[in-house]
């Protein structure tokens, strides 16, 4: 098994190569003046198995074109086996058609991946697993949740409440749970799906004085743990923390979240950010060792 290292994803494939001991191939990558992607390994795969490490988060669709450009490359170099390695993947949320004429946009990109040459995936917290039942490949997702509870256990927070900001989100803190003991409970929200505008549901918990840790699978504008933080203030949270598997934080999301009270961010390398505090590197190489 050898490692690509995609350029979305260099830092985290070199401590994943590193963990588990294995290579990795050297690639050049560079862009046209016109914007156009070009690579080249520099290193034959013939008969290796390849694990292409490559994150497609913003900007996700020129992310997804250069894993697409490597696996085709991996393929042209008679790789034996290609696994795309995704922490974050991109358009996992739009895995059915909500409104009549949509795409299924997940359901595109599998496509795409697989005439590139992807022979199975490996991804981290998708909002919801099924949506790799989409894949015409094997797929499979693992959990970033143990390794942010470990984070707030090593801090030693005490009466702790796990919150899922919406219903999608529940298997989080329960899995959370067994780490951190305390409690949990989850938030019911809404997303107009015209608009986009979010509305929580009016929902009692029972957090007075407790320190309550958001736990949501992604971050991008920050208005679902920007609104579920408020909530737990309104309730008498007495500190509030939030984990995030992926941090996108667009714009001036981590901002927001702030201003709320909330006392830290804390995201996984799935996406490089300065709330990024808790590497995947342990956990995927364990999962590429297996044979991803
Ligand atoms: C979807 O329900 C996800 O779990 C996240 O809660 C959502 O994507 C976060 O988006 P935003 O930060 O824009 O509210």
Not at 147 to 172: E, I
């Amino acid at each position: 098994m050898k490692i690509v290292a995609g350029p979305a994803s260099e830092q985290l494939a070199k401590k994943i190569a590193e963990l588990s001991d294995l290579e990795t191939v050297p690639l050049s990558c560079r862009t046209y003046p016109d914007g156009e992607f070009y690579v080249r390994l520099e290193a034959p795969l013939d008969g290796e198995e390849v694990s292409i490490v490559q994150t497609t988060s913003p900007p996700q669709d020129t992310r997804i074109l250069q894993l697409a450009l490597i696996a085709d490359a991996a393929r042209r170099a008679h790789a034996k086996k290609i696994t795309a390695v995704v922490p974050y993947l991109a358009y996992a949320r739009q895995d059915k058609m909500f409104l009549q004429g949509e795409a299924i946009s997940i359901e595109t990109v599998a496509r795409m991946l697989k005439a590139a040459g992807v022979d199975s995936l490996l991804t981290v917290n998708v909002h919801e697993e099924k949506v790799l039942r989409r894949f015409p490949f094997p797929a499979r997702m693992v959990s970033a949740v143990p390794l942010l509870s470990n984070y707030f256990k090593r801090k030693d927070v005490q009466n702790v409440f796990a919150l899922a900001p919406d219903d999608g989100s529940k298997w989080l803190v329960e899995e959370a749970k067994t780490i951190l003991g305390g409690e949990s409970g989850y938030l019911e929200k809404q997303r107009d799906p015209h608009t986009g505008q979010l509305t929580m549901k009016e929902k009692s918990l029972n957090v007075k004085g407790k320190t309550v840790v958001i736990f949501d699978d992604v971050i991008s504008t920050g208005g679902t743990v920007t609104q579920a933080a408020k909530a737990m203030f309104d309730d008498g949270a007495s500190a509030v923390y939030v984990a995030c598997v992926h941090p996108l934080l667009v714009g001036d999301a981590a901002k927001r979240i702030l201003e709320t009270g909330v006392t830290e961010i804390v995201g996984t390398d799935s996406v490089a950010s300065n709330v990024s505090r808790v590497s995947l590197a342990p956990l995927l190489s364990k999962e590429i060792g297996k044979g991803a």
